[in-house]
């Protein structure tokens, strides 16, 4: 869940209101927010909704709390002013972008921290760490239009990275940058890097991995431009929308870029306009196509498919700030809620929530949401914001009476009445965790190593494989226990995962044992016995060869011809290995074969 | 003690002779089978004395009036056991048992009193076997004991306060009418996360952390008509009257096994089987996150989970519900909700109690199925679902402050621990 900080008194100011601190926490419940920490100015806010993302910033909540406050109701407007901005994409590129800029915006010290925080959260979450959206905030004073975004071998593109203060190529960008390292996997083995060039031919970034120094945003920037680069389109919208609504809070008046994905062609050494044949053209800087002609000013597309350079798209201009549309049924919101809301009822909530209604015809609402909403997706969203603004303390909760019968999983119940005839028996019950190391599974009990259920990324080895077999955590268990009173009678009854033809498969286990000065066979089994004689199943004990038991001292506990587990003396070897210096001697039951054999026989 | 015992003149003839079973199963030995007049000839009276125990034992088998050897004894225990006595070796007191129920011996009053004659010239310490059987104790002065000490400490076996603790709540939960519900510890991903409307690759599927598997680390996708279902939820809204997520759902993605990471998953197996309407259900599960290690986090944790299923229930029910539970699981009347995010619940909410000592504490999560997980699973009723975070109970319920305790590796704190009253 997204974790973010803001300054309270920028939040206040924003919000066009100050709150009391006491009831700062309630306030953040309306934007599923909690308050985690309140030190000085600064307040740590978690975010839990990992589906909206224009709620991670300080003018996202306050826009978002304007709303449930009522100090600003409806849909916020934004307009996009047109412009001629424009970003020229290599259409052989394996990514594209979206891009926006916002002007005159102001940016104070605060406004810096948050765009560079969400920056950092989007493209993590909807981003996936960079992969399919990473963003990129310039200074537009900076730049030149129109960009071209477009690929370029790794040793060819040179400039100086953000927070450095000399020049490098992308290889040594790569290996010495914090950021070059963190995502260098992103663009490893690419014949080309893909970076955004300015119409001088200056590189302004390498998306996913960092921009040029000179670039960036301080709290002088007026203008700013943004691009949201990346592979998966969706994402990439939202991240540019969240920006730009985030900025306009910063009273930033956006205008639009067009976005055209253009083939490029070599025209051969000397350049010239197609139209009219001059060679006083402006040229893509490190492609050299032509892009304008300055002498009868033909602009892209001039030339033909094969000889310059072409659109191979329409264009496309972005942001896209139109409100949304969704239809909902009062009757459905009704249902839901379980309240008996009317329409002006409705409409009120609404607006707190910074939602319109555009039209109504009988039970059906036409509704218009904000821009930066991309998690409504059913009428049911739409409900829910319906309860926020309701207050969700309003809402008087209503007893279910329903008559229905209760049952327990039968193992559950038969683990219950085995470890009643355990504690009879005088053993006290521990628990330990499925998940252990292959030392204490294999190595330690002197058993061949085996395939077994592993996890991939593991927190560490001391938790990386499932266990599959009882005895170890019992023997971990009496290792860790040695200086304390003895007889120690122990079982447990837990869950162990095995492979029965490489598939993975839960069975429940019984593991019973004894430790003492001088604890044997002798002590165990009629322990065991008068186990399995509650149960009324017939066994019998047939020496077998086990590696973690003394040879001649363990069997194998026959029920039916099944063989149903395990019983011995614990090998000195394997009690070393353990640290343990008390001898013990253990059984161990399969409990779902015995549940299965008790049931058959009392049929 | 065994000195107690005279063998009868039936036992000393058994020992001359061998039991009569004895000399029946080695007539058998011979001839496998004998017809019973002429076994009545050999052993006489003792025939069908000898008859009866060999059934018994399993060694013979009677059919019609032929008598089959069954199965070879390798040892004759009681033949065994008279010798010993008469070798006045020691005795297991079952075997004891056996024989004087035969009225092959029986005690010795004589040396009975004999003995606790000896006791009473030595001192007497303890009230004994000999003292009560032999009526001498009326002659005894017990010594006083200093009865306010309690002398050794006894450590009997108890269930894990945990244990016990998560037992309680699922008696409690069966007791309000809710079945139990189970699924596999290691879980397709399509149950841990498609199933519940959680996208592939996306945030909403990021709200937690999940281990994935080396090996194995793909299983086998339910039938084809459920995965189509949920594929076009994902990708378009189907026919849930959502817009979807709008990607390109990708069955390898969903094939991918993992360690359960939420119990959720069995509510989702149980709205895929046809679940009753209405109805209840439960599942106390461990389930498995690789979160950082702390006072707060273990390495494993239980979830308990809950659904209930009927044609008309809204939030206001949900509240309901979650009032009943508080009350009922943690004893506390006073609740609040506030506003929370789950992928698959809308509204989603969270739960606190009002603790005595602690004050509002936040235990569950909880909400309504979103249509886009109940309609591709087959269930057009309304599904209320809550989530309790059982663990941060339990701590409160046995006073620990660490998550840790709860599998704690102290067995002196384990054999010390109150239990729950």
Redesign the interface.
Same mark, same amino acid.
Not at chain 2, 319 to 324: A, D, F, Q, S
């Given at each position: 869940m997204p974790k973010i900080e803001i300054n309270i008194e920028d939040f206040f100011n924003l919000l066009g209101k100050r709150i009391e601190k006491n009831e700062l926490e309630k306030i953040f419940e309306y934007a599923k927010s909690e308050v985690e920490e309140i030190s000085n100015e600064i307040v740590k806010i978690e975010i839990k909704d990992t589906n909206r993302p224009d709620l991670w910033s300080t003018e996202g909540l306050a826009r978002e709390l304007r709303g449930r406050l009522k100090l600003e109701r409806g849909l916020p407007k934004y307009s996009v002013k047109k412009s001629n901005y424009k970003v020229f994409v290599d259409s052989k590129l394996d990514r594209t972008t979206v891009c926006a800029v916002v002007e005159n915006v102001k940016l104070n010290s605060e406004a810096l921290k948050q765009v560079i925080q969400i920056q950092e959260k989007i493209a993590t979450s909807f981003g996936r760490n960079r992969k399919e959206v990473a963003i990129g905030v310039y200074d537009k004073d900076k730049i030149n239009f129109p960009l071209f975004f477009i690929g370029e071998r790794p040793e060819n593109i040179r400039f100086v990275p953000l927070d450095f203060d000399k020049e490098m190529n992308a290889i040594e960008i790569l290996e010495k940058h914090p950021k070059g390292i963190e995502y260098r996997n992103l663009l490893e083995g690419k014949e080309k890097y893909p970076i955004f060039v300015d119409s001088k031919g200056k590189i302004i970034s390498m998306p996913p991995i960092i921009n040029s120094d000179d670039t960036k945003v301080t709290e002088n920037t007026k203008n700013v431009f943004i691009e949201c680069s990346g592979t998966n389109n969706r994402a990439m919208e939202l991240a540019l929308i969240v920006l730009v609504a985030l900025l306009a809070e910063r009273k930033g008046a956006i205008r639009s870029v067009e976005v055209a994905k253009i083939e490029f062609e070599r025209f051969g050494e000397r350049i010239k306009c197609i139209s009219c044949g001059s060679d006083k053209v402006n040229l893509i800087p490190w492609l050299g196509c032509v892009y304008e002609c300055k002498s009868c000013g033909a602009k892209l597309p001039i030339v033909e498919k094969g000889k310059n350079l072409k659109i191979v798209k329409d264009s496309i201009i972005t942001p896209n700030t139109k409100p949304k549309k969704i239809i909902v049924e009062l009757s459905y919101i009704n249902k839901i809620s379980g309240l008996d809301l009317k329409l002006n009822e409705i409409k009120n909530l609404l607006l707190n929530a910074r939602y319109e209604i555009k039209r109504v015809s009988n039970d059906k609402l036409e509704l218009l949401y904000p821009c930066y909403r991309f998690d409504i997706m059913h009428q049911r969203d739409v409900v829910e914001d319906i309860l926020i603004s309701y207050g969700f303390d309003n809402i008087p909760p209503k007893d279910i009476k329903l008559y229905t019968i209760g049952s327990e999983i039968p193992i559950e119940k038969f683990k219950n009445e085995m470890a009643e005839i355990l504690i009879g028996l005088g053993f006290q019950e521990i628990m330990s965790y499925m998940l252990t190391s292959k030392k204490n599974l294999f190595e330690k009990m002197n058993r061949k190593e085996k395939e077994i259920v592993e996890i991939e990324n593991p927190i560490s080895e001391n938790w990386s494989v499932f266990r599959d077999f009882l005895v170890p955590s019992i023997l971990e268990f009496i290792s860790l226990n040695q200086h304390v009173a003895h007889p120690q009678k122990i079982f447990e009854i837990g869950t162990c995962v095995i492979l029965e033809d490489k598939e993975a498969k839960d069975i429940e286990k019984l593991s019973a044992a004894i430790s003492d000065t001088k604890a044997g066979y002798e002590d165990i089994a009629p322990c065991l016995d008068a186990f399995l004689r509650n149960l009324k199943l017939k066994y019998e004990l047939i020496p077998t060869i086990n590696e973690s038991f003394i040879e001649g001292r363990v069997a194998k506990i026959v029920v039916e011809k099944k063989e149903v587990g395990i019983i011995g003396e614990l090998n000195p070897y394997v009690l070393e290995k353990w640290n343990i210096v008390f001898p013990v001697a253990a059984f161990e039951i399969n409990v779902n074969e015995i549940l299965s054999l008790v049931s058959k026989i009392r049929k | 003690m065994q000195s107690n015992y005279l063998i009868t003149k039936e036992g000393r003839e058994y020992l001359e002779k061998g039991t009569p079973e004895k000399r029946l199963v080695e007539i058998l030995k011979e001839k496998e089978r004998v017809s019973i007049k002429e076994i009545e000839n050999v052993l006489k009276e003792e025939g069908w004395i000898a008859i009866n125990w060999a059934k018994k034992f399993g060694w013979v088998e009677v059919k019609d009036d032929l008598i089959l050897l069954k199965y070879l004894p390798k040892r004759f225990e009681i033949d065994d056991a008279l010798k010993s006595l008469h070798e006045k070796k020691e005795l297991k007191n079952e075997t004891l048992e056996i024989l004087l129920k035969r009225k092959l011996i029986i005690e010795d009053k004589e040396d009975i009193v004999k003995k606790a004659e000896k006791q009473i010239k030595e001192g007497v310490k303890f009230l004994t076997h000999e003292l009560l059987a032999s009526g001498l104790w009326r002659n005894v002065n017990f010594p006083k004991y200093n009865v306010s000490i309690v002398g050794r %400490?006894e450590?009997?076996? $108890?269930?894990?306060p945990?244990?016990k603790f998560l037992?309680r709540i699922?008696e409690k939960?069966?007791?309000?009418? *809710? $079945?139990?519900m189970?699924s596999?510890? &290691?879980e397709l991903e399509f149950w841990n996360f498609d199933a519940l409307y959680q996208p592939q690759?996306?945030?909403?599927r990021?709200?937690t952390q999940t281990?994935?598997?080396?090996?194995?680390?793909e299983?086998k996708l339910p039938e084809n008509k459920l995965i189509e279902r949920v594929k076009k939820t994902h990708e378009d809204?189907w026919i849930?009257?959502?817009?979807?997520?709008?990607?390109k759902w990708d069955p390898s993605k969903a094939a991918r096994?993992i360690?359960r990471a939420h119990a959720t998953c069995c509510s989702a197996r149980t709205l895929a089987i046809n679940p009753e309407t209405?109805? $209840?259900h439960f599942a106390i599960r461990?389930c /498995?996150r690789?979160?950082? =290690?702390d006072a707060t986090h273990g390495?494993?944790f239980h979830q308990c989970e809950g659904i209930?299923i009927?044609k008309?229930?809204? *939030?206001?029910?949900m &509240?309901? &519900?979650? %009032?009943?539970l508080t009350k009922e699981i943690v004893g506390i009347e006073e609740i609040? &909700?506030?506003?929370?995010?789950y992928?698959f619940t809308?509204?989603?909410?969270?739960l606190l109690a009002k603790h005595p000592k602690l004050g509002w504490i936040e235990f569950a999560g909880a909400g309504?199925f979103?249509?886009?997980v109940t309609i591709p699973l087959g269930v057009k009723d =309304?599904v209320l679902a809550w989530g309790i975070g059982i663990d941060r109970l339990a701590m409160i319920s046995l006073e620990l402050n660490d998550i840790r305790e709860? /599998?704690t590796?102290?067995?002196?704190w384990?054999?010390e621990k109150e239990v729950l009253v």
């Open positions: - | %400490k450590y009997g076996g $108890k269930r894990h945990y244990m037992i699922r939960l069966v007791s309000l009418g *809710f $079945k139990e189970s596999p510890t &290691i690759d996306h945030p909403s990021d709200w281990y994935s598997l080396k090996f194995p680390n299983g809204g849930t009257g959502s817009t979807g997520w709008e990607y096994l360690p209405p109805s $209840k461990r /498995f690789p979160d950082v =290690i390495v494993e209930v009927d008309n229930l809204s *939030f206001r029910e &509240i309901g &519900i979650l %009032k009943t609040r &909700i506030k506003p929370d995010y992928p809308e509204p989603s909410v969270e309504i979103r249509e886009e =309304i709860l /599998f590796r102290n067995l002196n384990l054999r």
